[in-house]
């Protein structure tokens, strides 16, 4: 079997699934699939496609960079650009890629209505009350009422949707905030559609989709959910997920560790008995943080065995164990994220060990790590 040095396989058919179990979820409300950060890592492009071929109706990216990236490739899908634009510049170029946008300020309406009038097209804007995220938004539903009414004044400047976010929707057992978050923007939203009846109103994260169907309104937003990765952090496969992401790498060498001998920088690991340690070519070079130095697993042929000492930019060591057949091993495929045989790792137990998120193991991912897809991504119009 061919190995690479450090390889991610992303299964699109997992991705499709993934949204199809949204789909299911929302009922007929829309979905938006959030392929920012590089798509979690996974290819914002490649899993772009399979999230409209499965039925997701939008696309949202952080940037105008992100955007450009998705045009590019050919994609005509409605995209929503999320994050906060820097000046009229960017919101021109955001209007030349066809992407919506995101204001919360009658300043930003204003920009807004200056950059359609210097590319002659339409800005279409999403207002974003912030119910509790404490980021972008306007914490003021009045403010935001007046936002609306910014836009529908504004020469080449139409209202498409009104948004907010969720910050405890993944937090198991908090419900009071959850709901504040929710009552606040249902009572606003309705307002808002009360006088604009074509307004998409959307608010679900993956975790809010999950957890709340009070909360789907007219679309949903989903990004980790999308990848197969658990919105809680916890257990994908308790809400039918499929993980799309195995990450792997091969052992390049194989060699006896005596008592007292050790492997890698300051010495974490001495054998206290003879062993035999396996060498792997990847390393935090590749995304495999050095946080999870002794505190990570690796599957080599069906075998769950413990990484051990410091993970280093470029290798990392694996305790194979006293038995001399592990020379044997040499060249065998060394799995990180995914299964072998019967053991499974899940990027989720990697951010356990590292007391972090699985949105930050994926999106963690170098550049060196060579990303491969199957089936081959399906082209769209």
Not at 73 to 101: N, Q, S, T, W, Y
Not at 111 to 138: F, I, N, P, Q, W
Request: hydrophobic fraction near 50%; proline fraction near 4%; include cysteine.
């Amino acid at each position: 079997m061919s190995v690479a040095r450090a390889a991610a396989r992303v299964d699109l058919d997992a991705i499709a699934g993934n949204c199809g179990r949204l789909l299911e979820a929302l009922d007929g409300s829309l979905l938006c699939a959030v392929v920012k950060a590089d798509g979690y890592g996974h290819g914002a492009v490649q899993c772009a496609r399979a999230a409209l071929q499965a039925g997701a109706s939008w696309l949202a990216v952080a940037t105008v960079e992100e955007a450009a990236q998705l045009r590019d490739a050919g994609i005509e899908a409605p995209v929503l650009i999320m994050g906060a634009l820097a000046d009229r510049a960017e919101i021109v170029r955001a209007l030349e890629l066809r992407a919506d946008i995101v204001v919360w300020r009658e300043g930003a309406v204003a920009l807004a209505s200056e950059a359609a009038a210097l590319v002659s097209g339409t800005a279409r804007v999403h207002v974003k009350l912030d119910t509790g995220m404490g980021r972008l938004g306007t914490r003021e539903p009045g403010e935001a009422s007046l936002v609306v009414a910014a836009v529908e004044a504004a020469p080449g400047v139409q209202l498409t949707g009104v948004m907010t976010h969720f910050a405890t929707a993944d937090v198991p057992g908090d419900e009071g905030f959850f709901e504040q978050q929710l009552a606040v923007f249902a009572e606003w939203s309705q307002a808002v559609r009360a006088e604009h009846p074509e307004v998409l109103v959307h608010a679900a994260n993956s975790a809010a989709v999950l957890r709340e169907p009070r909360s789907h309104f007219d679309m949903a937003r989903c990004g980790i959910a999308v990848y197969g990765l658990d919105p809680f952090n916890s257990d994908p496969f308790a809400h039918n997920l499929s993980p799309a992401l195995a990450l792997s790498s091969y052992v390049a060498e194989v060699k006896l560790c005596r008592a007292d001998e050790s492997t890698g920088y300051g010495r974490r690991f001495v054998a206290t008995q003879d062993t035999y340690l396996g060498v792997l070519p990847i390393g935090y070079g590749d995304g495999l943080r050095r946080a999870l130095s002794g505190a990570a697993d690796v599957l080599i042929a069906g075998s769950r065995l413990p990484l051990v000492g410091t993970i280093s930019m470029d290798n990392v060591a694996v305790d194979l164990g006293p038995d001399p057949a592990a020379m044997e091993l040499c060249g065998a495929e060394a799995v990180l994220i995914g299964a072998s045989g019967p053991e499974r790792i899940l990027a989720e137990e990697l951010a356990r060990g590292m007391d972090t998120i699985n949105y930050e193991i994926t999106c963690g991912l170098s550049a060196r790590v060579q990303r491969t897809y199957a089936p081959s991504p399906v082209l769209l119009p």
